[in-house]
Every structure is written in C-alpha cells, then in structure tokens.
C-alpha cells in the first residue's frame, strides 16, 4: 500500500534561517506531489505541485522553494526565513489530478 | 475559473444531532470531479468522497451521505447522528478533468460537536 512521511511533525526557527522540509512516498510511482499551506484557521493555500522529476510549478510567488530530487521525494527549501512563514505544512500525493489527494501528518511551523 | 465556496465558517451541534455542510461550486468545465475531505485536530487531512460530474446519484456510506445536485452546483454533505469524533473541519474540493492537476479547494467548514 501507499504511504506518505512528512517530517519534522514540529519545527521552531528564529527569523532569517534555512529551512528545509522533506515528504516523501512509498509504494506508487511518477506521483503527482504537492506542497500546501495552512495558517491558522484558514483554508489550504497551495504552494508548489510536481508531475515528475525536477518539474515543479509554483502557485504563489513568495519566500520559498520546492524541488523534486527523486521519483517519490518532495522537498521545501527557503533561504530565509520570515515571520509571514509560520503556519502548518502539508504534503501530498495523487496519481492524477482527477484522483483524490492523500496527505501527510503535516509540520507545524514557528517562526520567532 | 474555478471557485468552491463553504459558506458556514464554523457549525456546532449537539451530539446525536443531524448537521449538513454546505458546498457549492462554479466551473464552466462539463465533466469535473468533486471531493470531500476531513481534516481532525491532528492536522492531517483524510479523503472521504470522490465524485464525478455524470454521477448524480447521492451517496451513503454509514452515518455519512452526499447529495450532489448540478442544476444547484452543490455538493453537500450530512452527518447523520453526529458524534464527537465528527469534530474536525471538513473541505470541498474540484478539480478539472482532462489534465488539470491543480485542485481548487473550499475555505473549510469546522464542525464542533459537543457531547
């Protein structure tokens, strides 16, 4: 069966720092990938999606990146961390667009 | 362009009490496929329907059901004998066939349920 890993669950980073978040995908190949944001009590913003290696769209131009290194690895990267950054992260996985998304357990991150 | 609106920012009920989640939609796409999805306090979101735009028939599945109507463009979704473990804030979804990967989804419905 499919499973998704998202990690770390938790992260706190002062104002300025790197920061890499990584998910990856067991059990499919040539996943759709998607990288989604969620602040607190707000709806889903959806950041970054990928159809295939090294192929990545972005969906809102801001402080981040994202780049697919491998078949079933998703990766979130930023330089430099702002306050605006905070919020909780979420990975997800289709086999097609047309097909329903499954999600990771997600990272909440703190920004301070 | 694609819209989902959940126009009920948040519901509380008492247990064992009915409640519907409202979804509505707009897209000038014929065939399109609609979703629902539950997110719980743990974060994590969980899929729980998928259907396309020729299915109209409503759907049952224990003490859920979806009632999908295209002359209404809605997609709503009722909780029958609602529970605690039915708190968690729900989405509606839509995304394009054909090739479109990008899912458009709703703001979210948080439902409290309260024993």
């Known amino acids: 069966s499919q499973t998704i890993h998202q990690w770390p669950a938790t992260l706190v980073q002062p104002v300025g720092s790197p920061l890499s978040l990584e998910c990856t995908v067991e059990?499919?190949?040539?996943?759709?990938l998607y990288w989604y944001r969620q602040a607190a009590g707000r709806g889903l913003q959806l950041l970054f999606y990928s159809v295939g290696i090294g192929q990545i769209s972005s969906e809102v131009p801001q402080n981040l990146s994202a780049s697919r290194p491998q078949d079933r690895q998703f990766i979130l990267s930023s330089k430099k961390l702002l306050l605006s950054d905070s919020g909780f992260y979420l990975c997800a996985w289709s086999v097609t667009g047309e097909q329903p998304q499954h999600f990771g357990d997600g990272t909440r991150l703190s920004i301070l | 362009a694609q819209k989902v609106t959940q126009a009920q920012t948040e519901i509380s009920v008492v247990e064992k009490e009915d409640v519907t989640l409202d979804c509505v939609y707009e897209t000038r796409d014929t065939t399109y496929y609609l979703f629902w999805y539950k997110q719980p306090p743990s974060g994590e979101l969980v899929f729980l329907i998928r259907?396309?735009?020729?299915?109209?028939q409503n759907e049952i599945s224990g003490r859920y059901s979806w009632n999908f109507q295209k002359s209404t463009s809605s997609f709503n979704f009722t909780i029958t004998a609602s529970q605690v473990v039915d708190s968690a804030v729900y989405f509606c979804a839509l995304t394009r066939t054909g090739g479109s990967y990008i899912p458009t989804f709703g703001r979210g419905t948080s439902l409290i349920v309260h024993p």
């Open positions: 059990g499919t190949s040539n996943p759709n």
């Open positions: 259907r396309n735009s020729f299915d109209e």
